[in-house]
């Protein structure tokens, strides 16, 4: 949100006029460990994304690619999840450092 | 019914950026309810509480499809009268497309204050969908037991301390509560089983009129368990027979799971700090009476079912 309007400009009762604009929101300066993606362990299962509370899970063309970072808030479901090859993760989770 | 691929393929409606804790279940129910819902237009509202509340702090919403805002007692009653609003303009000419109706409502807004609305709505027939997304407790206000709240579980409300040990009393099955209304479909589901859900969603949805789903929806703020385990909390209560898997489908039951060897409700009850003072000795009978609870409503449900 880039400046706050006035009340006379707002729309009738407060409503949102776009939908979806909590894109614009960033989650992930909440975070304390974030996922590491390995695609060579990558099975392109899904489970990470269709589990994910955050949508931050990227798909490009159907594929997993990586985490948008704005959002991601490092919970970790999406690595505990995660099948993997030969039981060998293709999600990890790694501590954030300052 | 859509695999992963064609629900990713739908793209999402519940996007990120909302405010609920990390590895929140609840926004994990209204992102795979609004992709399984996603091949049609859909207008949503939601009661208040936690959903609501992360999703739609002005001016930012999550919400990628109409979303009208209700109180805590009347997600119910405000999508009928927006689907009854819609009838009207259809007949009218008005609008053409076809759409589908959604509400959301916590356990204290479905078990509890919610429950008239709900009871009208599904009894006048609506064409609207109902998913009560069920954490057990009011979360939103800081862990108040709700009647959803299982046996045992310490809220703040129903401490654990020298008078109570956690809550007295058993919870209402709320999901035979809305089956007694006769409407054509009527379905539990749990966050941790995709498949499951998205299948009940859309094939909610395909049946028409009234229909209701209970999700049970793992908290990792109320219940006490690390963030990463949402999903497998839920599948835990799945195998331990406290969830089944089942749906009433124009009134004939089938349970859709049954765990190839059901483990002992201890399993999932320890996991979680709500339950942790049932560990003492001096709570052994509690347990019991859970375990006993359990058995006997899974008994209860196969004969409902080989009816
Ligand atoms: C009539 C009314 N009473 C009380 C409240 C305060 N309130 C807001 S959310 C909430 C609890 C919601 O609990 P639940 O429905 O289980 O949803 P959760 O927060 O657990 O997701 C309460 C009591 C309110 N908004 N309206
Ligand atoms: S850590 Fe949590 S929020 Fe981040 S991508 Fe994984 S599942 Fe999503
Ligand atoms: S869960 Fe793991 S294997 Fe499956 S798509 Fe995601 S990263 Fe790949
Ligand atoms: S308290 Fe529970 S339901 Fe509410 S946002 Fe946090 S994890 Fe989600
Ligand atoms: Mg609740």
């Not at chain 1, 309007?5 to 304390?32: C, H, M, P, Q």
């Not at chain 2, 009134?251 to 709500?274: A, D």
Request: hydrophobic letters at 35%; a positive charge.
């Amino acid at each position: 949100m880039s400046e706050l309007k006035k009340y006379k400009e707002l729309a009738l009762g407060g409503n949102i006029e776009k939908s979806g604009t909590a894109v614009d929101f960033k989650t992930g300066d909440w975070r304390s460990s974030r996922p590491v993606y390995h695609p060579e362990n990558c099975i392109q299962c899904l489970f990470c994304w269709v589990y994910c509370p955050d949508s931050a899970v990227i798909l490009k063309d159907g594929q997993v690619t990586g985490f948008n970072l704005d959002h991601c808030k490092g919970c970790g479901i999406c690595a505990h999840e995660c099948p993997g090859k030969k039981k060998v993760k293709a999600i990890v989770m790694e501590e954030e450092v300052k | 019914m859509a695999n992963l691929k064609e629900l990713a393929a739908r793209g999402d409606k519940f996007t990120g950026g909302h405010r609920a804790c990390a590895g929140c279940g609840a926004t994990i129910v209204a992102r795979q309810a609004l992709l399984a819902a996603g091949d049609k237009p859909v207008v949503a509202t939601c009661a208040t509480g936690c959903l609501e509340v992360v999703s739609t702090i002005f001016p930012y919403t999550a919400w990628d499809v109409p979303f009208i805002h209700s109180a805590f007692e009347n997600s119910a009653a405000t999508i009928s009268g927006v689907e009854a609003a819609y009838k009207s303009l259809k007949r009218q000419g008005t609008v053409k497309e076809d759409i589908r109706f959604m509400a959301f409502g916590g356990d204290g807004g479905t078990y509890d204050i919610g429950l008239q609305a709900l009871s009208g709505a599904m009894e006048r027939g609506h064409n609207m969908l109902y998913i009560c997304y069920d954490n057990q407790a009011y979360m939103n206000t800081g862990i108040q037991r709700s009647s959803a709240t299982p046996k045992g579980s310490a809220t703040t409300t129903s401490p654990n301390g020298k008078k109570i040990p956690g809550k007295v009393q058993f919870r209402k099955n709320l999901t035979e509560i809305i089956a007694a209304h006769g409407i054509p479909y009527v379905a539990q589901s749990v966050v941790g089983n995709w498949s499951d859900f998205t299948k009940k969603v859309e094939k909610a949805l395909a049946k028409g009129g009234p229909a209701f789903i209970a999700v049970l929806q793992p908290c990792r703020l109320g219940w006490g368990y690390p963030p990463e385990l949402t999903a497998e909390m839920g599948r835990l209560a799945v195998d331990t027979n406290f969830w089944p898997l089942y749906e009433v489908e124009d009134g004939k039951y089938k349970i859709n799971y049954t765990p190839k060897e059901r483990k002992p409700i201890t399993e999932w009850l320890f996991q979680q700090e709500r339950f942790r003072h049932l560990k003492r000795p001096e709570n052994q009978a509690i347990l019991e009476e859970i375990q006993k609870d359990i058995d006997l409503r899974w008994e209860n449900l196969g004969k409902k079912c080989s009816q």
